[in-house]
């Protein structure tokens, strides 16, 4: 089949990671003018649509999709490790912001997650029906997080 690369590569000090449906998560470390070399590759996570988030040296988004159903993970950004897979825990499709040490991901279906961003475990800190199907991401501004769906732009006033 076709070599897919939807997800946005994610450029960091000298690192380049990117990832596609067939290949998995691949990172690239640039050593010099004209030089680079394979970092890692995680050939297990295949992120295919959304792209991941990067907080504290840790990616956090959609790993491998079977069916309708696809995987949240954590990978150590260093290594390529799978720190953690909360299997099968979305639909399709989820746009992944980071906000602080907090993840907002919202489903295609408008369910909008709040995640703790650790390292150490899946840690769903609650979740609302944000707005109807999109495919669309959040924003966030001055405490205020903005969603769009097929008919409206909705805006949250986040608290702690």
Known sequence: ???RHTVTPILTGDSVWVSSH??????????????????WTNAK???????PVLVGGHLYGLG????????FVCV????????????????????????????LALNSNGELRMIKANPEKYEELGRV??????WSFPAFAD????VRDERQ???MKLVE
Not at 64 to 71: Q, R, S, V
Not at 129 to 134: D, F, M, P, V
């Open 64 to 71: 491998t999709t079977a069916g309708k159903n696809t995987d």
């Open 76 to 103: 150590d950004f260093e290594t390529g490790e799978e720190k953690w897979n909360q299997s099968r825990s979305f639909a399709d499709y989820a746009s992944i912001i980071a906000v602080g040490d907090k993840l």
């Open 153 to 155: 732009i909705l805006a």
């Open 1 to 3: 089949g076709a070599k």
């Open 45 to 51: 996570v295949k992120t295919m649509l959304a792209t």
């Open 143 to 146: 405490g205020v997080l903005y």
């Open 129 to 134: 029906q944000a707005c109807g199907k999109t």
């Open 22 to 39: 067939n290949q998995g998560q691949i990172k690239t470390r640039v050593s010099g003018r004209g030089k680079a070399g394979n970092a």
